[in-house]
């Protein structure tokens, strides 16, 4: 066990920024709770997590908007969550960037469709870079404060193996169904 928190003080942070590129709220779940624990710094983390959202959703926007024939073959297969997108951007503005941040599912179409629309580079940069620096503090700070009863509930996950399977198959299900009712035809 020692050598797992080796290793993930070695290239956690490196880890988390990889997997921060493209969402990364569970990579910086899981380095608030090693803060709490002592095992990572949580403003390294925070930080980490920030910089690699911030890049993540810009190389995305940037990709949609000068690589449109390359993105919009990825997106053929998914017309109707890019049509969910477009309804949150025209339903809540800006704000929809802010609150990419936090649902699963959309986190990567968000930038994608805002990039193949002519909303402006900057302006996006710009909320993306706020929005990026509240989502890390909220998540980072959150979960290093959810700390203890998070480490109890790994604990007893760790005792009972079986408990994660389940855990996957309902967190996933709710998932499905949510992106499914969301875009399901009318």
């Known amino acids: 066990m020692e050598d797992i928190f080796s290793s993930l003080t070695t290239y956690g942070y490196i ?9 990364g709220f569970v990579g910086l779940l899981a380095a ?6 002592g095992k990572m710094d949580l403003s390294t983390s925070i930080a980490v997590a920030f910089v690699a959202n911030f890049l993540g959703d810009m190389l995305l926007f940037y990709m949609s908007r ?14 109707r969550k890019l049509a969910l997108s477009h309804i949150l951007m025209k339903k809540y503005g800006s704000w929809v960037i802010f609150m990419q941040k936090y649902v699963y599912g959309i ?13 402006d580079f900057r302006r996006f940069g710009i909320l993306n870079l706020f929005a990026s620096a509240i989502w890390a503090v909220i998540v980072g700070y959150g979960s290093y404060a959810s700390g203890k009863p998070l480490i109890a509930l790994y604990e007893n996950v760790a005792d009972k193996p079986y408990l994660a399977p389940v855990i996957l198959v309902v967190f996933g299900g ?4 949510y992106l499914s009712l969301a875009t399901k035809r009318k």
Do not use: C, E, R
């Open 15 to 23: 880890g988390l920024f990889l997997y921060s590129l493209g969402g």
């Open 32 to 37: 608030g709770v090693l803060s709490y624990a």
């Open 66 to 79: 000068y690589q449109k024939k390359d993105i919009m073959n990825y997106m053929h297969k998914h017309k």
């Open 174 to 177: 709710v998932i499905w169904g």
């Open 107 to 119: 986190k990567t179409l968000i930038p994608l469709a805002i990039g193949l629309t002519k909303y």
